[in-house]
């Protein structure tokens, strides 16, 4: 009896802590949460079954705190660490390959073979066995956690508005936790659709199978902890696409396509992926902007007499090495200022923040700093030119810049998700504030802000440029989208068994 209360009294430090940790993460204290944590890991208060938690806590908040550089020895060691929940232990991995990309330093090859760690990791389930058919309607399912108010689904809406229902069958399948009445709205617009966010991986595909689904397009990926591809590894339709709402190779042979473009995917990208890039003849994108939008589209802008660059991007994607950039351009405009908003909201972040710009050269005097908000569009407001993160550019927010009048300098990379962008502008027709270097980058920027005739005419340009543009252009889009299903499935059906 002594030694259990004993083992009792021994739980009781870590069990104490631990709740201290918990308080502080609901109250949003996330500095002080991380500190309490790394006190624990110094006592060892941690049993070593749970080192993971340790692990994937402190790397969660410090990339809430966008510190990704001390977040991501962490991150690793919450998947590398053994758990007893094995679907667990797989979403950490995706988390970590989403986080990668953020990462300037990590080569494509290195991406690469991470992601077929993933696969090695998931192993390969008993997949399902499928007899070749034709039928009048193709059936389409897509697969998604984000079917409510999320990007991926101002990319997505068209598909599941503007389908040809004479040709194609659309099913939803809904993996996410977060339903809302836009999920409603959306399920109405579909042959049908399901819930299946309750459901295991093998009973979601079961699900998935017994609809006889031909096509199944995964819109997450590695994104929200990989759940769609714990269920596309079991093969439930006899094709399978990825895409838009993931920017890289999924890892595994069950995946056989992945949605690109000719723009943001040449030739050589072919090397990185596992799967077979389909690539659309304009943009793999199409962006549907939201009700908020509607009091910003007769929006008339005027530059500011001292330029204002701006980025509004997850603070985890600015690096040390675009601060640097950022800090040169502010030295050659002299007058101009850098404000940047989060995407959370939260004060601490913007600390850290404004300690890393300090460090990277930037006058704190000329920068703003906001935290994010539901109204963020306004924010639009007080900037004139837009410069973009690298090497994980920005999608949403390129798209919501552009629609606001706001003229987007970003660099070409040599990996997909270092290169929408590129294909985003240059299907606005904007191609020439696309750099090839860091010293490009940076003098197109200058270039634009020290020409106000330029500047001005861009802001009155730019919004019926982007609504002109293909990536406006959803009946096009999904009618490319549906041709590239079409020739997929005919490609499958002729194949040799």
């Known amino acids: 009896m002594q030694s259990g209360r004993r083992g009792k009294r021994g739980k009781e430090p870590f069990e104490r802590a631990f709740a201290a940790v918990q308080t502080a993460l609901a109250a949003g204290k996330l500095e002080n949460a991380l500190g ?18 340790l692990h994937e806590l402190m790397g969660q908040i410090l990339f809430c705190l966008s510190d990704l550089e001390a977040a991501l020895p962490h991150l690793k060691m919450a998947w590398e660490l053994p758990r007893s929940d094995r679907m667990m232990r797989l979403a950490a991995m995706s988390n970590y390959l989403m986080d990668l990309h953020y990462v300037d330093g990590v080569s494509n090859e290195e991406l690469r073979a991470a992601h077929l760690a993933y696969a090695t990791l998931l192993g390969i389930p008993q997949p399902f066995t499928h007899t070749k058919r034709r039928r009048e309607k193709l059936r389409i399912g897509y697969l998604s956690p984000n ?18 229902r004479d040709r194609f069958e659309v099913y939803l399948y ?8 836009v999920t409603d709205w959306v399920a109405g ?6 819930d299946l966010s309750k459901f295991s991986p093998q009973k979601s595909a079961e699900h998935i199978y017994a609809d006889q689904v031909d096509i199944l397009f995964d819109l997450a990926g590695h994104s929200a902890g990989g759940k769609t591809l714990q269920i596309a590894a079991y093969k439930p339709a006899p094709v399978q696409i990825s895409g838009i709402g993931y920017f890289n190779t999924t890892g595994l042979s069950a995946m056989d396509y992945f949605l690109g473009d000719a723009i943001v995917d040449p030739p050589e990208m072919d090397a990185l992926f596992v799967e077979q890039i389909v690539r659309l003849p304009q943009t793999h994108l199409a962006f549907t902007p939201s009700e908020r939008f509607r009091e910003y589209e007769q929006i008339q802008r005027i530059p500011h007499e001292q330029p204002v660059f701006g980025s509004f991007n997850n603070f985890s994607k600015i690096t040390d090495g675009m601060l640097v950039l950022w800090g040169e351009i502010l030295r050659c405009v002299p007058k ?3 404000l940047l908003k989060h995407t959370l909201p939260g004060m601490e972040p913007l600390s850290r923040m404004r300690a890393r710009a300090e460090r990277a050269g930037i006058d704190l005097a000329r920068l703003e700093l906001r935290p994010g908000s539901k109204d963020y569009l306004r924010d639009y407001l007080d900037v004139d030119i837009i410069l973009d993160t690298y090497p994980y550019q920005g999608g949403g927010t390129t798209c919501e810049a552009l629609f606001m009048g706001l003229p987007v300098v970003t660099t070409a990379g040599t990996r997909h998700g270092a290169r929408f962008a590129v294909s985003l502008l240059k299907n606005v027709g904007l191609g020439e504030l696309v ?9 197109r920027a200058v270039g634009l802000a020290n020409d106000a005739e330029l500047l001005a005419a861009l802001h009155t340009a730019i919004p019926g440029m982007m609504r ?11 009618r490319a989208v549906e041709a590239a299903y079409e020739m997929i499935w005919e490609r499958y059906l002729n194949e040799e068994a």
Do not use: C
Not at 147 to 162: G, K, R, S
Not at 189 to 194: E, F, G, L, N, Q
Not at 435 to 443: D, G, H, L, R
Not at 468 to 478: E, K, N, T
């Open 36 to 53: 309490q944590l790394q006190a624990m890991e110094q006592k060892a208060f941690f049993p070593s079954e749970r080192n993971w938690e």
């Open 189 to 194: 617009m579909a042959d049908r659709y399901v």
């Open 336 to 338: 101009a200022h850098l």
């Open 147 to 164: 079917l409510t108010d999320h990007i991926v689904l101002n990319f997505a809406i068209q598909l599941f508005a503007a389908y040809d």
């Open 435 to 443: 750099a090839e270097s860091p010293v490009a980058y940076v003098e």
């Open 174 to 181: 809904d993996i996410g936790d977060l339903q809302s009445e």
């Open 468 to 478: 002109a543009s293909p990536l406006m252009d959803g009946a096009r889009y999904v």
